[in-house]
């Protein structure tokens, strides 16, 4: 920043601040994605935003309980296929080690238990499953042993030839 005296009347240099905000709309990728704002939540999760490495703007978190308290993300299929199932969070140590992820895949359900301690700010790879086109489900609960994190879910179809790989 330059200030010069090239002015009509008296020039005051006080003070110059940088604020990174983090408004820039989420990347757009080639297959089905979802936001933490785009889930169903029941029970009282919170917001926290500023995180290093969240997808989108904040992510939601809730302490540890007895899986009462969920996140549920529902993606469209657009094609039938196989497609890696990924989830995102943010890493830190007193995240939960047994984050339970169900994927809600055609003809059935799996739990995956992944640490959200490590990993943060990536696309961790729950499962390889076959969806039929149509809508289908992710949910995380609080049923772990510290806090856990509902971030963003993202579906990438593995049939054809590999997408690039997004930070």
Do not use: C, M
Not at 17 to 38: G, H, M, Q, R, S
Not at 48 to 73: C, F, H, L, P, S
């Amino acid at each position: 920043v330059v200030l010069s005296n090239n002015a009509n009347n008296y020039v005051i240099a006080d003070a110059i601040k940088f604020e990174l905000e983090n408004t820039a709309p989420a990347p757009v990728y080639p297959f089905p994605i979802a936001d933490n704002v785009d889930a169903d939540y029941v029970g009282g999760w919170r917001v926290a935003g500023g995180n290093a490495g969240q997808y989108g703007r904040d992510v939601y978190y809730i302490a540890k309980g007895t899986g009462e308290v969920t996140a549920t993300w529902t993606l469209a299929v657009p094609e039938a296929g196989n497609y890696d199932v990924y989830a995102r969070w943010t890493a830190h140590s007193n995240r939960a080690t047994n984050a339970p992820y169900t994927i809600n895949y055609e003809g059935g359900s799996e739990t995956v238990h992944k640490s959200q301690q490590i990993k943060g700010s990536l696309w961790n790879l729950l499962g390889t499953y076959y969806f039929g086109i149509g809508d289908y489900s992710v949910v995380v609960s609080n049923n772990v042993d510290g806090y856990v994190i509902a971030d963003a879910i993202r579906f990438e179809h593995v049939d054809d030839a590999p997408h690039p790989i997004y930070p």
